[in-house]
């Protein structure tokens, strides 16, 4: 008696796992995208009113805020653009590769987001040091 066949592999694990990861990164994209058009106006609005240098980094970071704010209605399409791409290259790799480039893939994009809040908190917070400091030495 022969075994039975096993019914050929389906592909709903890998695209179940396609969509959470896209979802994941689109929420972390999405996050990105409202701190810089809610929370860092509120900035500009602080430094204007200091009326003192700021440093190139606050200034880069401003200039994202206030492009981002004016295209918004561009950005959102553009970045379901991007995600579209972004599911199907995943899909494929994870298909046609080792789980280890998926797995580096994924870690990299969240160490990306991670270094963007952590670079737009630096720019925001450094001004204000910088005018703590300068409170203190006199």
Known sequence: MEPPMMPPKRDESLITHTVV?????GLCLAGLFVVLVVRVPKFHEIFKSLGTELPTITVVVLNISVWCTRYALLVFPGLGL??????????????????????????????LFLLAVMLITQAMFLPLFQLMNA???K
């Open 82 to 111: 991007v995600l579209a791409g972004y599911a199907v290259v995943y899909y494929f790799a994870r298909k046609n590769c080792r789980p280890v480039w998926h797995i580096l893939w994924s870690g990299a994009c969240y160490a």
């Open 21 to 25: 990861t896209t979802i994941l990164h």
């Open 135 to 137: 409170v203190e030495s």
